[in-house]
């Protein structure tokens, strides 16, 4: 079936430098991915969305790119912060709500 | 504006027992969708509703089901419950509409089910 994965498990960086998350999905005919962030005891929380007709896009301190060449998007985080501790999910948005999610990237900040 | 609210937030049940969840949905949200997060299988589909019908559903056996209300809020119920279906329960609403926005999902805090 077609599925979305992430390219690390775990992602450690020292606080104030630039994060990037990588994730890579296989269904060619996916339009549409989206970006969550779960804190713990939480449910995810949307961040970022991006279309297929794009490949980058930008919000505040995040961006995300889309190579629909190599069938492949990344999650740009900059400067950043204890705050942005986390697990990272990418998802695609396969129609009628149902999202397929990648098993997750857990972001640690080093003071 | 008030969130995606479930209840309960923890419960432990044994095997063989059944489960029902409940989600409130965003206030304006049509669509409701259901989420199992496990630590092995990651967030997994369920199942989606829209005015009280379900659109959408996942690979999980019949025990698993659901149903939503004239007012948008949403139960589901896992019958005959197994040691693997110990998990988060995820509950998400959108608009479903047709703008831009529309069908990003904004989650619960989830349910978060033992089975002994």
Redesign the interface.
């Known amino acids: 079936g077609e599925s979305v994965g992430l390219h690390l498990p775990t992602l450690s960086v020292q606080e104030g430098d630039n994060s990037i998350i990588n994730c890579a999905y296989s269904n060619s005919a996916s339009d549409?991915f989206?970006w969550?962030k779960q804190e713990s005891?939480?449910?995810?929380?949307?961040i970022i969305?991006i279309r297929s007709n794009m490949d980058k896009r930008q919000g505040q301190r995040v961006t995300v790119l889309l190579n629909k060449t190599v069938k492949h998007l990344s999650l740009q985080i900059a400067a950043t912060q204890p705050g942005d501790s986390a697990v990272y999910?990418c998802?695609d948005?396969q129609?009628?709500?149902?999202?397929?999610?990648?098993?997750?990237t857990r972001l640690t900040i080093n003071p | 504006k008030a969130g995606v609210t479930q209840t309960p937030r923890y419960l432990i049940k044994t095997r063989g027992q059944q489960v029902t969840l409940s989600c409130s949905p965003i206030s304006g949200h049509r669509s409701v969708s259901w989420y199992q997060q496990t630590p092995g299988q990651g967030l997994q589909f369920l199942f989606e509703y829209f005015s009280e019908t379900q659109r959408n559903k996942g690979n999980f056996p019949g025990r698993f089901s659901g149903r939503q209300f004239s007012n948008s809020r949403s139960e589901m119920n896992v019958s005959t419950l197994e040691l693997g279906d110990s998990a988060l329960y995820l509950c998400a609403s959108s608009t479903r509409g047709q703008s831009s926005g529309a069908n990003v999902l904004t989650f619960g805090a989830g349910s978060r089910l033992t089975v002994l």
């Open positions: 549409y989206i969550y005891g939480k449910g995810p929380q949307f969305d999910f998802a948005n129609g009628a709500q149902k999202l397929v999610f990648g098993q997750g």
